[in-house]
């Protein structure tokens, strides 16, 4: 079970960036999907949830109304679209995966979560 974070880089505020999480190993149809990230010297803190039905989501209030989260339609992939950065944005950003419950359900907890991407670097400068 893999998942590769890709679409991390440099931007300026108020600028957008895309991350994308593609999924291998097995079949992620059935898995809840979320992003997070983790500034230096900082707890890693929820982004962005999606059920495996992609038809729930929920963002953190930080992020709600700038960031959406979308599945592609495998389902193996996920995306987050960041619009509007601004410089507390920056942190390494981490793809998660956990299986099983129902189709509608969404996770924030770091520890609900089973598989993890190694992370991809965003930075935003001022």
């Known amino acids: 079970v893999q998942l590769v974070e890709s679409g991390g880089g440099l931007t300026q505020a108020g600028g957008s960036l895309r991350l994308s999480c593609a999924a291998s190993?097995?079949?992620?149809?059935?898995?809840?999907m979320g992003w997070f990230r983790q500034a230096p010297g900082k707890e890693r803190e929820f982004v962005a949830a999606?059920?495996?039905?992609?038809?729930?989501?929920y963002y953190s209030d930080s992020v709600k109304g700038r960031f959406t989260i979308s599945r592609g339609s495998a389902k193996n992939t996920v995306y987050l679209q960041m619009n509007s950065l601004k410089p507390d944005d920056t942190a390494v950003y981490y793809c998660?995966?956990?299986?099983?419950?129902?189709?509608?359900?969404?996770?924030?907890?770091?520890?609900?979560?089973?598989?993890w991407g190694q992370g991809t670097q965003v930075t935003v400068s001022s």
């Open positions: 999606i059920s495996w039905s992609g038809g729930n989501t």
């Open positions: 190993g097995r079949t992620f149809s059935y898995y809840a």
């Open positions: 998660a995966a956990t299986g099983g419950g129902s189709p509608t359900a969404t996770y924030a907890g770091v520890e609900e979560y089973r598989y």
